[in-house]
């Protein structure tokens, strides 16, 4: 027992990096399986999924297995439930066993057993292995015997283990289709037992012969059975049989219309509803306009909110098809024909083109259940988002931008008259459909809002002049809800205002509602104190962005808006969590201020260091304007005074990490933002110089030098942009930025001095463009650096300006003095996406492999890739596996690389290794492996695994003795 706690102990996640052996472990654990206390054994067999999560390797797992079934096949019924634990939780990585007949042959003993208890058990772990022993007849054989049996829990366990198998084998799904169908049918079996079966009917889409079976016996058991729990299974059935296999949809959809039509019960209906959602989702081409014509009457025919919501759930998923031409007005659509195509869909539209989006949505925006506005708002918006789309204007010959504008400005209207606003409904804004009308105290869905600001977004990229006044009206009613009526939308309206800015229409807006707004989220008393210093970040950065504010005064709004948050009721988090939002966008001085408050709210240690480090990584990044470089003796100003508080972030950084993997990415930016201001110190302080100088010339051995340094840095950005895999889009962007920044300056100077005829100076990544921006879309923060840059490089490959001192001074000083926003993965803690390699042949600890000289080693290289729960930005396309072989014979090492597909995360490969030829002696030999990302893009990542072991290699004359 002592020896299991001690495995315990030792298997924690934490123990894991200090060098265990897993070869130990999975003997201890093996060990222990064979004690005589069953207490002991079973506390082994809970182990197992944890030694396999942090070993999942095929040698590791096929030995466990083999043992596990042989307890299995020996132990009582308690034991075996704690086995099929454990083979339930190590589903992921059944497909590694080697010698699956040998497992199987173990635990299909069992299934002889007299205990039906045992039976049962048996059962529910074959289960398990559906997916690798589909095809097993014995298997097939065991499970047709538990639907004949006449226990209870072994039908149960037998029903379970023949839905699993009919999803993976054809085979299986025929042999048991008639004992399936009689078990339909039989008056003796329960109800609830009939749901069971009727539900492994939806894995019957393997071949045609099957489908056309069992989508024949569903349709006579659907008339046979009338019961609701049996209609919507067979339902849902049938509906997952026609999506698998796309056979038979439109006459699914058909089925489903009826019964959605003539069935009064709303459980039925909305069993229904679901298979016509998905059947919207799989295969919108075989919709009609009849079942479209169906789906929208449901609103008008039923008082069930959750049916009517699901209703509009079905047309959201149609907007986003090819489908989406069945809800426009019949005019628009090519060969729509004439009034009885519109009269079928109900949509006919005045003789001007101009036309409704979808009215009966548009009057469930103001509906008083909650959940049902919600889901309208989203359905409009989906739907005017694909109206934008440029297809949509080809298959409708009359489609015009005016009529499109009208119909998206008519449903963003409804979506901002659902937050209630009687007021304001009341006061001018047009009718948006026959009967609608604002409710006066209609709930106020939220998350929509978030689908507004998509739609923002979308309109702004297509660029066109009509469509971005509907854009700007969308904007200011979203303000005016905010200012007149109800703050607590101000969430909503940052995430909208912010698409504005990543599409650059911040200057569109008006400015007096930005300042009302701003106004309003300053002195709301009902406002969240978080949401306040959110609304009003966002704000100043427009404001300041357009002109119409100065730093100086946003700083002051920022300022007086954290101050309110824990006076509101809000936390010591809620004020790190502005503070670091605030970093985020490039407001450094207010966070500086709450970072230096809450430094003495702490008590630990590392959270101590950590909130000093980050305090001074803002007091650096703040001063701005004042950064000029031209005050101090040393000739660097604010920029060396900058790059000391790096220095001293980078020491309280170190302190504050818990082991040598964290804080990696904090240190290294922080460097590398040190290094920067540091070179651009120097740069200023050479061009001053070379000013005074009697040639007034830079020279050319020291502009060299500090273009080297430049490119260096630059490359070291783009190094520690492809040393994380998780980094997130935003930030990505932020060091592409810095390194645009840092080449820019390079260029600058190098222009300077380029036409004095000498040795060619070191070469520089390729400028940022000419005027236009290489990082991309960036938040608005960053918008003021990227336009610098941007606007610095133009005018170095334009030549438009004499390129003297005096311009480089001016260049670099602006760069320098401008300020720039911390990555938001500076902040981010959690766990990176991992590799996890294993190498065979591998020496175990004191003990030295000798190969003989001139012969040939297979290496096999084995992996698993440990992903985040979190949802990460990129997806893994493959890994790149490297071996090299490193020997005082051949100095220059032999790599040899492979690329790997990840196959349910894990991967698998083998390196035939040419060992150098050596007639004498013995030399060691290095063999080094590394593992690195590609993603689906094709961009390799920094290695993320490595491994190294020596190698004796032995000549002719000592592998002949040997």
């Given at each position: ?20 052996n ?79 007949d ?5 635990l299909l ?27 097993r ?17 072994e ?69 046979d059975?009338p019961?609701?729990?049996?209609v ?7 509906t ?26 709303v459980?039925?209906?909305?069993g ?30 039923t ?37 009885s195509?519109?009269?079928e ?80 409904a ?67 309206l ?5 698409a504005c ?21 300053d ?36 300022a ?22 605030l ?12 970072l ?92 001053k ?48 930025l ?15 001095v ?160 040419a ?19 590609c ?11 490595s491994?190294?072991?020596?190698v ?11």
């Open positions: 027992r002592n020896v299991v706690r001690v495995m315990a102990g030792l298997l924690r996640p934490s123990r894991f990096h200090r060098g265990a897993q070869f130990a472990l999975q003997a201890e654990l093996e060990r222990a399986l064979r004690s005589p206390s069953i207490g002991v054994r079973c506390q082994a067999v809970a182990l197992f999924p944890r030694l396999f999560e942090l070993f999942p390797f095929p040698m590791v797992i096929n030995s466990s297995f083999l043992k596990l079934m042989d307890l299995f096949r020996e132990s009582d019924n308690y034991v075996r439930v704690r086995i099929l634990k454990a083979t339930e939780a190590s589903t992921a990585h059944l497909d590694k066993i080697g010698n699956l040998e497992v199987l042959r173990r003993s069992v299934a002889h057993s007299n205990d039906p208890l045992a039976r049962a058990i048996t059962l529910r772990t074959l289960a398990c292995f559906a997916t690798d022993a589909a095809e007849k014995d298997a097939h054989h065991a499970i047709l015997n538990g639907l004949r049996a006449l226990d209870d829990t039908a149960a366990a037998a029903l379970h283990a023949a839905d699993r198998y009919c999803e993976s084998s054809a085979a299986f799904a025929d042999e048991a289709s008639d004992t399936l169908v009689q078990m339909m049918r039989d008056l003796e079996v329960p109800m609830r037992v009939k749901v069971s079966v009727a539900r492994t009917f939806r894995h019957a889409h393997h071949n045609l012969a099957l489908i056309d079976r069992y989508q024949a016996a569903s349709r006579r058991l659907l008339t059975i019961s609701a729990g049996i919507r299974t067979l339902l849902a059935a049938t997952n049989v026609a999506v698998q296999s796309l056979v038979g949809v439109s006459e699914q959809i058909e089925l489903l219309v009826r019964y959605l039509r003539t069935d009064l019960r459980a039925v209906k909305r229904a509803l679901s298979g016509l959602l998905r059947l919207a989702r799989a295969a919108p081409h075989a919709w009609s306009a009849e079942a479209v014509a169906a789906i929208r009457a449901v609103p008008g025919a008082q069930s909110t959750s049916a009517v919501a699901q209703a509009l759930r079905v047309l959201g998923a149609l907007a986003h098809s090819p489908a989406c031409t069945l809800l426009l007005p019949a005019e628009l659509v090519r060969g729509g024909g004439g009034s195509a519109g009269e869909r109900g949509l006919d539209g005045p003789a001007d083109g101009s036309f409704q989006l979808l009215p009966e949505v548009q009057a469930c925006c103001c509906s008083e259940d909650a959940e049902l506005a919600e889901v309208a708002c989203t359905v409009l918006c989906h739907a005017a988002t694909e109206v934008l789309s440029g297809w949509v204007a080809e298959a409708c010959p009359n489609f015009t931008v005016a009529a499109v504008g009208q119909a998206v400005t008519g449903a963003c209207n409804a979506v901002v008259l659902s937050i209630g606003r009687s007021q304001a009341a006061g001018g804004t047009p009718p948006l459909a026959p009967g609608v009308v604002a409710a006066p105290h209609a709930p106020r869905p939220r998350r929509f809002l978030r689908r507004v600001a998509e739609l923002v977004q979308h309109c702004g990229e297509r660029g066109t002049p009509e469509l971005m006044a509907h854009v700007e009206l969308l904007a200011g009613e979203l303000q005016l809800a905010v200012v007149r009526a109800d703050p607590t939308f101000a969430g909503e940052v995430e909208c205002l912010q800015a990543q599409v650059g229409r911040y200057t569109a807006l008006k400015q007096e509602q930005l300042t009302a707004t701003l106004a309003a989220a002195g709301g008393v009902n406002l969240d104190p978080r949401v306040r210093v959110e609304l009003t970040a966002t704000l100043a950065v427009l404001l300041n962005q357009s002109g119409s504010l100065e730093r100086a005064e946003a700083e002051a709004a920022i007086r808006a954290v101050s309110t948050v824990v006076p509101a009721g809000g936390s010591l988090w809620d004020l790190y969590s502005a503070a670091r939002r970093m985020c966008t490039g407001w450094h001085q207010p966070a500086a201020a709450v230096a408050q809450l430094e003495g709210e702490v008590v630990s240690d590392h959270y101590v260091w950590w909130l000093k480090a980050v305090r001074l990584v803002a007091e650096a990044e703040g001063p701005g304007a004042d950064r000029e470089g031209d005050g101090g003796p040393d000739g660097h100003g604010q920029l060396a005074a900058s790059a000391r508080s790096f220095s001293k972030a980078v020491g309280c950084l170190k302190a504050a990490r818990h082991n040598d993997a964290s804080c990696r990415f904090q240190i290294a930016y922080v460097q590398l933002r040190a290094e920067t201001l540091e070179l651009l110190g120097s740069l200023l302080t050479t061009v110089d070379a000013a005074c100088s009697d040639t007034g010339r830079v020279d050319r051995h020291t502009a060299g030098t500090l273009a080297a340094e430049l490119a260096g840095l630059a490359a070291e950005y783009d190094k520690l942009r492809r040393a994380h895999f998780d980094i997130d889009v935003h930030s990505d962007a932020v060091l592409k810095d390194r645009d920044v840092v080449i820019t300056a390079g260029h600058a100077l190098l222009s300077a380029a036409r004095a005829p000498a040795t060619s100076l070191p070469p520089l990544l390729d400028l940022p463009g000419d005027g236009r921006p290489s990082v991309g879309r960036v938040v608005a923060d960053s918008a003021p650096l990227q336009r610098l840059t941007s606007e610095i490089a133009g005018r170095i490959l334009r030549r438009d300006t004499q390129q003297t001192l005096d311009f480089v001074q001016q260049a670099v000083s602006r760069l320098a003095s401008t300020t720039a926003a911390v990555p938001p993965f500076f902040f981010s803690h959690a766990a990176p996406t991992a590799v996890q390699i294993a190498v065979s042949p591998y020496p175990k600890p004191g003990q030295v492999l000798t190969i003989v000289s001139d012969s040939e080693l297979v290496l096999r290289v084995e992996g698993f890739v440990r992903r985040p729960q979190r949802q990460t930005p990129r997806s893994i396309g493959f890994i790149e596996v490297a071996v090299s072989l490193n020997s005082v014979a051949h100095p220059k090492p032999e790599v040899l690389s492979r690329r790997v597909a990840v196959v349910k995360k894990f991967f698998s490969t083998s390196f035939l290794l060992m150098p030829n050596l007639d004498n002696g013995e030399i060691p030999v290095e063999i080094a492996i590394n593992a690195a990302f993603d689906t893009e094709g961009n390799e990542w920094a290695a993320s695994a491994e190294r072991f020596e004796t290699l032995a000549g002719r004359q000592q592998g002949k003795r040997r």
